[in-house]
């Protein structure tokens, strides 16, 4: 191990002997976002019942990030401080280390929150969670605290690329639709040099989200943004309880290693948030008028 890193791990096997059990179930708590679950709840939430603009983005963003991080992770592969001391983590170990993903991902939905909903509350809001999620991952002994930094910096770049490129591609995209799919083509196929059961995953999600986007934009069957709270929190409860719906059909993604089936549930789960979820609420009574 490197000597910077073995002083890293000193620091959190000193922090796990000092853990209390109430800050043991905090830090479990703060765990939950780092989870296929949150994110199953998030996009389609936003996507379905506030914002198809913002949902879609992202989606994009979200999937952009998760293939970076495990590029990253491949490229770098440091093993992370529970391979050398196991009891120090609350959680299983998984991958590698650098960059931490749930860092990266913190970072990332603190920008997306500066861009989207530039509020002084959301803003502090935002800080607090990103804050907080980078020191949950190495307090919980899954990550060196330079993974956090790590993390931290992959996002931000993130972010900053996405505030230049996301309105050029958008406005591209919405002149020649058929701009979607040649995008997520050219990147499937060159992610196809990475393959593993996450990409597998990560490709049927990109590819379907495309297909969605891509019809949606040719017969304009995406839902016009909500004007209150109320019409709000049922569409985006309507796309969540689908997307549960589908993801329950399946045995869990991480315990999942039939290729064919991760790649059918992505491409499934995506093209219910990007698609069949707004044609179904366009076409149910009241339903189907609650954006009005």
Not at 83 to 105: D, H, K, M, N, V
Not at 221 to 231: G, K
Request: hydrophobic content about 55%.
């Amino acid at each position: 191990m490197h000597p910077f890193l073995d002083k890293q791990l000193t620091f959190l096997e000193w922090i796990a002997k000092t853990r209390g059990s109430f800050l043991d179930h905090i830090l479990l708590f703060w765990n939950f976002f780092d989870t296929p679950i949150f994110f199953l709840l998030l996009v389609p939430f936003i996507w379905i019942g506030l914002s198809w603009k913002w949902g879609s983005r992202l989606f994009y963003l979200v999937i952009l990030s998760g293939f970076t991080n495990h590029l990253l992770k491949e490229l770098f592969a440091v093993p992370r401080p529970c391979f050398w001391s196991p009891e120090i983590a609350l959680i299983p170990c998984r991958s590698y280390s650098f960059p931490s993903g749930g860092a990266q991902t913190a970072a990332l939905l603190a920008g997306f929150i500066w861009l989207s909903y530039p509020k002084p509350w959301a803003k502090t809001v935002a800080i607090v969670f990103a804050l907080c999620m980078g020191a949950s991952r190495f307090l919980l002994g899954v990550h060196y605290p330079t993974d956090v930094l790590g993390g931290y910096f992959v996002g931000l770049a993130l972010i900053i690329a996405f505030s230049y490129a996301h309105r050029p591609i958008a406005l591209a995209v919405t002149r020649k639709p058929y701009l979607s799919l040649g995008i997520c083509s050219f990147v499937c196929l060159f992610l196809s040099f990475f393959v593993s059961l996450k990409t597998v995953i990560l490709f049927g999600v990109l590819l379907g989200g495309s297909v969605g986007v891509f019809t949606s934009g040719m017969f304009f069957l995406y839902l016009p943004d909500p004007r209150h709270a109320i019409p709000a929190i049922l569409r985006g409860c309507f796309g969540v309880l689908g997307a549960y719906i589908i993801w329950s059909l399946f045995p869990a993604l991480l315990k999942n290693t039939n290729p064919w089936i991760l790649f059918f549930e992505g491409f499934t789960l995506a093209l219910w948030v990007s698609l069949f979820a707004h044609i179904l609420l366009k076409g149910l009574l009241p339903i189907g008028a609650i954006h009005k």
